[in-house]
């Protein structure tokens, strides 16, 4: 009850609870389409490759909005080229990119003037988020869910079956970079939150549990998205209880949902499975 | 002759500098159902590629009713290969026949009604009614296959390209998949199928092409699927492997 009397009384857990559970439904939505895209990888990578261009923000004294974009964005496109020009294998070639970008991000930090907290653009925190970072973060969380809601049939159908999708004349690069797009967006949206580190989690762990459950996409995408907001909701109460890192407590409330549904799901659950395999097995037994 | 459905002139792909296909040239008649046939790495899948300028070509033309295929994509269906497909997307039978329809729709517009009444009619024809809520993963090889005909039959395409429509697939389905596509030929669909069993093709094809990285023959199936031409287009790659 602590935690709801202190929701009530406090402002600044008022901005929390806002912030971490739109941050859970956009994660939910756009990690749903990124994990069936085999793009979790890729989700990481876009995640951490933002940190130069906040360093160059914090530099230049304006938003970090624009020099996280950019760097997202080139990040995406620096994989894109070397991947199709090089003998390398994709996640050799993503480990590469955004490595760098990230070991350039430090250095700049490193370098810049001000005391740039570099602990909290990793790691986030939520208990820390001002009214400005509320508004971002429900703004591009309302842009990104109007633009995916908008494509969402291309996005199915370039998911499942990327030659039909190109066959019949859609631009699956296009829809790639789209995605890249969104990507960098919910990165910047879920800075404070999670931070850079942790925020390919929230992308990756609540659309998992999400697809061990269901069969049907709309219900994975919805799935997502509230197991998102529980994991946002439950780790930013954790955090405020027993004050650990915000971000860190999110994500393992994500991992225990993650854990439960890998046990116990009705069909894709490891028990169900040897159930079933076990049940196989005493039938073709006789 | 009539306007072709398909002109391919002068066709050459080639993958990271190694040649795939080779300078093919082939027309198809509307209402003709072709066999694309070969050995293994002879290029059949790349030309279906190809046509549907899925990979950018070295040179060459292809056009559909005399028009470059970019602007006629709408009106090409095109079947995959089983293993380019993830079977295990949360996606049922019905639904995947619904995205036979999302061409005609262009982007942004959902899918109604409308649309939802077409995909049922073709999952009914391919006899999948009773499994349209199945997740396509828990489907049989066979029944697979059928619901990516439905999806095909939903496009109402003039042109449909399949590839490999048979393989895991059982007889019972095989047939049905044969007989509904000699309906459509009939009445006037362009069908190109990559084809692995020979014994079948003279059967199912009224057409054949015969491809090992170039066209070897090309004309109605008797006359190319000769014994004399088919060990020539087979014993080319085993003399390559050697």
């Known amino acids: 009850m602590e935690f709801l009397e202190a929701l009530v009384e406090y402002d600044y857990l008022k901005k929390a609870l806002v912030t971490a559970v739109v941050v859970g439904i956009l994660c939910g939505v756009i990690g749903s389409f990124t994990i069936l895209r085999g ?17 160059a ?23 894109g080229y070397v991947n199709q020009n090089s003998r390398l294998k994709n996640d050799a070639v993503i480990g590469i990119v955004f490595t760098a970008m990230f070991a350039l991000g430090v250095v700049m930090v490193s370098l810049s003037p001000t005391s740039t907290d570099l602990t909290k653009i990793l790691f986030g925190n939520v208990l820390a988020v001002r009214t400005s970072d509320m508004w971002i973060t429900v703004i591009v969380g309302a842009l990104v869910l109007l633009v995916a809601a908008a494509l969402y049939k291309e996005l199915q159908v370039s998911s499942f079956d990327p030659t039909m999708a190109a066959a019949y004349g859609l631009s699956t690069k296009g829809l790639h970079y789209l995605l890249m797009t969104m990507l960098t967006l919910v990165t910047v949206a879920s800075l404070q939150t999670v931070g850079i ?23 994975m995408i919805l799935l997502a998205a509230a197991l998102g907001v529980l994991s946002s909701a439950g780790g930013l109460y954790f955090s405020f209880s027993y004050n650990l890192p915000s971000g860190a407590a999110i994500v393992l409330v994500g991992a225990a949902g993650f854990l439960v549904a890998f046990l116990f799901a009705p069909t894709h659950g490891v028990i169900r499975r040897q159930l079933s395999a076990r049940r196989a097995r005493v039938l073709a037994m006789g | 002759m009539r306007q072709p459905a398909i002109e391919v002139r002068n066709l050459s792909i ?14 198809a008649a509307p209402g003709t159902m072709t066999a694309i ?24 033309e292809v056009t559909i009713f005399g028009r470059p295929v970019g602007a006629v994509r709408k009106q090409i269906a095109y079947v ?22 999302y061409p005609r729709l262009g982007v942004f517009r959902r899918p109604g009604k409308h649309e939802r009444a077409i995909a049922r009619d073709c999952l009914n024809k391919v006899g999948m009614s009773d499994h349209a809520l199945q997740q396509i993963g828990t489907l049989s090889g066979g029944q697979q296959q059928r619901v990516f005909l439905a999806r095909a039959l939903a496009q109402q395409a003039d042109i449909i390209l399949l ?6 697939v059982d007889a019972t389905s095989e047939r049905l998949i044969v007989q509904i596509l000699h309906e459509l030929r009939d009445a006037g669909a362009t069908i190109l199928v990559v084809h692995h069993d020979l014994v079948t093709a003279t059967d199912y094809y009224d057409h054949a092409l015969l491809l090992n990285r170039r066209l070897l023959a090309h004309g109605p199936v008797g006359e190319v699927l000769t014994p004399d031409r088919l060990a020539e287009a087979y014993q080319s790659i085993t003399a390559h492997a050697l």
Do not use: C
Not at chain 2, 14 to 27: C, E, K, L, N
């Open chain 1, 197 to 219: 580190i942790l925020v390919v989690a929230m992308l990756i762990v609540p659309a998992s549990t999400a697809y061990l459950l269901t069969d049907s996409l709309p219900r």
């Open chain 2, 80 to 101: 995959p290969q089983r293993g380019d497909v993830d079977w295990n997307f949360p996606i049922n039978a019905l639904d995947t026949a619904l995205l036979g329809t």
């Open chain 2, 37 to 60: 046939v070969g050995p293994n790495g002879a290029g059949k899948s790349t030309l279906l590629k190809g046509i549907l300028k899925l990979i950018e070509p070295d040179a060459g």
């Open chain 1, 39 to 55: 793009l979790a990888l890729m989700g990481d990578a876009i995640s951490h490759a933002v940190l130069p261009g906040i360093a």
């Open chain 2, 163 to 168: 590839d490999e429509p048979f393989v895991g």
């Open chain 2, 14 to 27: 080639s993958y990271f500098g190694t040649s795939a296909v080779t300078d093919v040239s082939f027309r």
């Open chain 1, 57 to 79: 923000s914090f530099l230049l004294g304006i938003s970090f909005f624009p020099g996280a974009l950019v760097a997202g964005l080139l990040t995406a496109l620096g994989i």
